[in-house]
Structure formats: C-alpha cells, structure tokens
C-alpha cells in the first residue's frame, strides 16, 4: 500500500503542475500537442516537415525531449524554430514540472503552436499529463499490426493517430487494416492520417488538423 500511496502522489503533483502549464498556455492562446511513439517512429522527421509545412502560417516552437543527446534538437533548430531540449537522464517520460521549468527559454507569447517530442517510449508517455491540448501517437508500420492491442493506453489517451513510414507498405507483411481496426476499437474518436514524413506523402491532412486547431485556440485566448 506505501508504493500506491507515493505513485498516487507523483501524480497528484503533475497533474496540479499540467494544470497550471495549461492555464498558461490559455492566457497565450498557445495550442500544444505532446507527441508519443516508440524510439525511431520518426517523430522528429514529422516535427521538421510539418514546420516546413506551416512555414509563414503557424509560429511554432518545440522542446525536445530525450534521455541524452541534442542532435534532435539541432535539426529543429536548424530550420529556425525556437527548440529547447530536455535530457532526462534515465527517465522514460517528460513530466508537466520539466516543461514549465523550459518555458522561459522559448519565446511562448510569439506562438501559436509548441510541439512537445516526447522520449522515445510507447508506456510511460501516455501516463502523464503535461498540460498539453491533444496526445498524438506515432506509430510506425515497421513496428507491425500488434502495437495497438500491445499498448493500449498509447491509443486511448490520444486523439490523433499518426501511421507514418507508409511507403514501406510494399515492401511489409503488414496488415493495415488491423492497425485502423484495433486502433478505433481503443479509441473511436481517434483521428487517424496515414503518412510518409520522410517522403512527405499524407502529411496536409495533419498540417490542416494543427493549423484549425492553434487558430481556435488563438481565437479563445484568455
């Protein structure tokens, strides 16, 4: 009973730290998305071109997170986007205390969107709440049909589902339609696109999804 009582306290204390970031991203109009997948999904891939993507129409910013390292980072950076990066140090998950202590290096009143790179990890991300508007998941088709039903809560927490490496489809012994079936059975709203982030292939349906949401969120600003 004393591990539950100090899990449920860890909790406890994000959460009230994921409320206030949330409160602050409101007061800025800022619409922020924590984006999950397993290690080499290409979440990064997708962060460059959707910047790309939204370049002179959405003001984005990104933090990185990861266990060590800043190449991901450096590739954000790259393309101008304001970027801070979060080593854990061991830890498989960005927590809401991590991302406030970051805020006052990114510019958040000039934005519209802060994309949140979550570790590489298709467990611990999902359980914490970081102040975000929306989870979105990347999966993989190399990581086969089974990762749904593997990973629930991945799926559930999420509202948008992103397949990416689509153009391997040909080459995989992969069943597509399971991934779509398994993943609405966890999550009936889940919003699905089917892309290529290294190809660039499927990925407007996801710009257009961020570009009417970071306006709503403009629009209701506190």
Known sequence: MAKINVVSK??????RMASDNRKLFAEKGLFVINLMSSPGAGKTTVIENTIRALAGSVRIGVIEGDIQGTSDAERIGALGAPVVQINTGGACHLDANMIRET???LPIS????????NVGNLVCPAEFDVGEDSKAMLLSITEGEDKPLKYPLMFQESRVLLINKMDLAPYL????????KDSLSLNPALKIFEISAKKGDGMYGWTDWLTEKA???GRKKM
């Not at 860890?10 to 959460?15: G, H, R, S, Y």
């Not at 000039?110 to 790179?117: G, H, S, T």
């Open 10 to 15: 860890i909790l406890e204390a994000n959460d």
């Open 103 to 105: 805020l006052p290096s």
């Open 110 to 117: 000039e934005l519209d969107l802060l994309i949140i790179e």
């Open 173 to 180: 012994d992969v069943d597509m339609e399971k991934i779509r």
């Open 215 to 217: 306006r709503d969120k």
